[in-house]
């Protein structure tokens, strides 16, 4: 029996948070910037929507040639927002994850789901389960995604690939010579601007070059190992297994609006009472441990500040968080000067409090 593997990869995610945060920006030009702080224009562009991209704008561009490029248009800078990227991906991955027996976090805007036993093992049922996800990913975050499957992990990723934004794209295995064959090298996930320059230089430019070069050359070029792996990944082989986490979360978060804008610890943490309880309640009823506890701000330049502490053991109940995100929030407030608009609060690194009590057993 062969496998079948899923991959699913958010369409301009930072990008599309915000169109769906802020309907007042469809249909126009957003960049998202991870500002440097040196002055109000420095630093570079995390991503951009698809009306931004046919101006040439993409990620990693200064910010002030995006703006160079989109004079004129009704363009929309806006500050990235991590804490609340991260939250509408745990919710896209936790509706992901529920579609497959076993679930792999691969990036926050990417998750990869084995759906070999859910779809008895019939192409056919697969892309009705990756149609459903799309759909519940929809209903649940208001966002596209593309999504690629596949008889492994490669085959998955460079399938979701294909067909962006809101793209679907089912490769059987009899398909897989014919759907790389053409294919850039550069198609290849690992494969980046250097190999594919030497490739090049070699007259190897599709994967089916890249399929029938000579093994020999391969291992010159790269060793033995990239060489034999660059083999494999041209025949579509890849036997890596995906990982079994159950869609376990990384973290629980929640951030609010406050009343007015503030730098004042006390009213900060009045606001935030409610919000820890929430986080200490789903604590509980998920049965679960946290070893961090991290608290954010976004101020009245929508800059985010955020600073998190570790503890010295798992914790579970609300009181440490309380504890620990007054003295963060006083931290970061010691260190900036602007008024906050926004603050949150949230736990990481969870482990299941039943598997804590097995390792303490030992
Ligand atoms: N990102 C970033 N800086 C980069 C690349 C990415 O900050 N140089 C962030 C913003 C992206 C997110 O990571 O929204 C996911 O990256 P992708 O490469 O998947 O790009 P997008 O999701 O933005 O676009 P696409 O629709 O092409 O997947
Ligand atoms: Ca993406
Ligand atoms: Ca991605």
Redesign the pocket.
């Known amino acids: 029996m062969g496998r079948i593997v899923l991959h699913m ?8 948070v915000e169109e769906s945060d802020r309907p007042e920006y469809l249909g126009r030009p957003v960049v ?1 910037c ?1 500002y440097s702080g040196r002055d109000t224009t420095s630093g ?5 929507n698809y009306e931004a991209r046919r101006y040439g704008v993409k ?2 561009l200064p910010i002030r040639t995006a703006m160079r490029k989109l004079k004129g248009t009704d363009a929309a800078f806006i500050p ?1 927002r991590h804490e609340r ?1 991260a939250e509408v991906s745990q919710k896209v991955m936790e509706t992901l994850a529920r579609y497959g027996e076993k679930f792999e976090y691969v ?4 998750g990869v789901l084995e759906i070999t036993k859910a779809s008895d093992d019939d192409y056919g049922k697969a892309e009705r389960i990756a149609l459903a996800a799309k759909q519940e990913i929809r209903e649940k975050t208001g966002l596209t995604c ?1 999504i690629g499957v596949g008889p492994n992990r490669l085959i998955a990723k460079i399938a979701s ?1 294909f067909r ?2 809101d793209g679907l794209t089912v490769v059987k295995p009899d398909e897989v010579e014919g759907f790389l064959a053409e294919m850039d090298v550069g198609k290849i996930p690992g494969v980046g601007a250097k190999t594919r320059e030497v490739l090049n230089a070699a007259g190897i430019r599709t994967i089916a070059q890249l399929r029938d070069a000579e093994p020999g050359f391969l291992a010159e070029a790269f060793g033995k190992k990239t060489g034999g792996w660059l083999i494999n990944a041209a025949r579509g082989i890849d036997e890596s297994e995906v990982g079994a986490q159950q869609g376990e979360q990384k973290q629980i978060s929640r951030i609010m609006t406050l009343k007015r804008d503030t730098r004042d610890v006390d009213e900060i943490m009045d606001a935030m009472e409610e919000l820890i309880r929430d986080i200490g309640k789903e604590v509980l009823e998920n049965k679960l441990t946290f070893r961090a506890v991290g608290a954010s701000v976004v101020d009245e330049t929508l800059r985010t500040h955020s600073k998190s502490r570790t503890l010295p053991r798992p914790a579970e109940d609300a009181a440490q968080i309380g504890r620990a995100a007054r003295e963060l929030f006083a931290a970061i407030a010691a260190e900036t000067k602007t008024a906050f608009r926004r603050a949150g609060v949230k736990v990481e690194g969870l482990a299941s409090a039943k598997g804590q009590k097995t390792l303490g057993e030992y």
């Open positions: 990869d958010l369409d301009y995610f930072f990008a599309q998202v991870i570079v562009v995390s991503t951009s990620s990693g990235a990227y990036s926050i805007d990417e593309s690939d962006k934004p």
